[in-house]
């Protein structure tokens, strides 16, 4: 059994003179990251590895979220991550090893988006259902989603096999 959790930068800074790659996150957006890492450590959702775009507001994301696990995976910053499609996404995860059993990916849309609805399988119940429905309608900044996959190794993981265990909003957690 193998768990990915796909994280989306937080609220970044508009596009302006700088190169986008250098966007940096907002305020908003740096309390986001840590809300999410909170979350992340309460659910038990605790990656043994992080492969994070070398763009400023996805490092900045993994800055936040980080300190807030409890636990120091090993991390890699990856440039070939910065605006990866899909495909190029799944090919680096499947390059992930056998060591970890939890995998954290921190990364862009649409590339991001499109793997995680990509990786899902169909939805066995109601439940599953109306998860699966919020994650195929959108996917905003910070959120996260955990897809469980029953593979021995990242080299097997492959689209429509993975089970949606949870797909959460920063606006979620702070509308409760």
């Not at 840590?34 to 990656?47: F, N, Q, S, V």
């Not at 300190?67 to 995976?73: D, H, N, Q, S, T």
Request: hydrophobic residues 40%; neutral net charge.
């Amino acid at each position: 059994m193998r768990r990915l959790l796909i994280l989306r930068h937080a609220k970044a800074g508009p596009h302006d003179d700088k190169h986008d790659k250098e966007r940096e996150l907002t305020d908003r957006g740096r309390s986001d990251s840590a809300l999410m890492g909170r979350l992340m450590r309460e659910k038990a959702y605790l990656p043994d590895l992080v492969l994070c775009s070398t763009a400023t507001r996805t490092r900045e994301t993994w800055e936040h979220a980080g300190p807030e696990l409890g636990v120091k995976p090993q991390t890699n910053f990856l440039d070939v991550l910065y605006d990866a499609s899909a495909g190029t996404i799944l090919n680096c995860l499947q390059r992930a090893g056998n060591l970890s059993v939890s995998l954290l990916y921190i990364g862009h849309n649409p590339g991001l988006e499109l793997l995680a609805r990509m990786l899902v399988r169909d939805p066995e119940n109601s439940d599953a259902r109306k998860l699966a429905a919020t994650l195929m309608f959108t996917y905003p900044t910070g959120a996260l989603t955990v897809i469980d996959f029953e593979i021995r190794s990242w080299s097997e993981i492959t689209p429509s096999e993975g089970i949606l265990v949870d797909f959460v909003a920063p606006s979620d957690l702070k509308s409760k």
